[in-house]
């Protein structure tokens, strides 16, 4: 499949990827959006552009994402379940490819609850499995959910999340399974601190094949503070931070940096990972550290493709 990705011909060449992340402003500053495509222009192979994240209203992923091609790079549209039904999607996709987006990254979404509408009517139409398989009906049978044929099929690179912490852990490897059956081209996990227990899902996805079958991009996003280490290992769930990672932030001198250097040494041992095609960096509302993290990590420059 050939979807004019860029981040579809660098994982096709062999290149370890490197994807990050752009969180939309709260609103319709094309500025907000612009100062961050600054930071990530040349140095990254795609950017995600997040889709009201946590459950707060932002600006769209395709809006945002449409701006982020304007400013050089390739976006990574993401496309939750939570607040569309089928129409509404397939729709948004036929749009999206139409200005150029050739990426796209499908979500659950995050609960209702979390976000700053809580009493907002969840849809969840179908659920995120569906939405890839419903994707890669629409690339590849030109066809669409409905059976109905698509004049113009959008070939898009299609892309799935993973959490390879969450309880129960022997399940993740199976859960994986089912995306990359449905037709998830490349993974993108969830934020990884603990190595061990991500050394083992690694072995566990070797093991059945399934890194022969779809790119495994590893997530990582650098701790800022102790007080973020506290609370993310705390609130968030699906993430474990070990202990000794958490003392090592809160006794460093300069939290921040020993949190980038932390960051850095988990992708110099991801390069090394079999099955492990590339790291997604989710530099939350720290964009501005994104070159100086790719540069210590010796992940530029980016290969020529």
């Known amino acids: 499949m050939k979807s004019g990705s860029r981040l579809e011909r660098v994982l096709e060449a062999g290149h370890f990827a490197f994807t990050g992340e752009l969180g939309p402003p709260q609103g319709a500053n094309v500025e907000h959006v612009r100062k961050k495509a600054g930071y990530l222009k040349g140095i990254v192979d795609a ?4 889709d009201n994240q946590t459950a707060v209203v932002r600006m769209s992923s395709w809006g945002a994402g449409l701006i982020a091609l304007q400013e050089g790079l390739e976006p990574n ?6 607040d569309r ?3 509404a999607m397939q729709s948004d996709i036929l749009g999206a490819y139409a ?16 976000g700053n509408h809580p009493l907002t009517k969840g849809v969840f139409d179908i659920d995120s499995i569906q939405l890839i398989a419903m994707v890669k009906k629409m690339r590849d049978e030109k066809k669409f959910l409905n059976g109905d044929e698509i004049d113009g099929a959008p070939q898009i690179f299609i892309g799935a999340a993973e959490n390879p912490f969450a309880e129960p ?9 089912k995306k990359v059956e449905a037709g998830a081209d490349f993974i993108q996990t969830q934020c990884i601190y603990d190595m061990k227990l991500f050394r083992e899902w690694i072995r566990q996805a070797n093991d059945i094949g399934l890194t022969e079958k779809v790119h495994i991009l590893a997530g990582i996003t650098p701790l800022k503070s102790g007080g973020m280490a506290r609370y993310m290992a705390k609130n968030v769930s ?3 931070i070990p202990d000794e990672i958490i003392d090592r932030i809160v006794q460093a001198k300069k939290p921040a940096e020993e949190g980038i250097k932390f960051c850095v040494e988990q992708i110099e041992e991801l390069k090394e990972m079999k099955g492990v095609h590339g790291i997604h960096l989710m530099a939350i509302e720290w964009e501005h550290r994104v070159p100086e993290i790719a540069e210590r990590a010796k992940l530029l420059p980016r290969p020529e493709v």
Request: glycine letters at 8%; one cysteine or more; aromatic letters at 10%.
């Open 47 to 50: 950017v995600n552009i997040t």
């Open 77 to 82: 549209y993401q496309m939750v379940c939570r």
């Open 85 to 87: 039904n089928r129409i």
């Open 99 to 114: 200005h150029g987006i050739r990426n796209m990254l499908c979500l659950s979404g995050d609960h209702m609850q979390f």
């Open 169 to 177: 852990f022997e399940w993740r490897v199976h859960r994986l399974a």
């Open 238 to 240: 699906g993430i474990i």
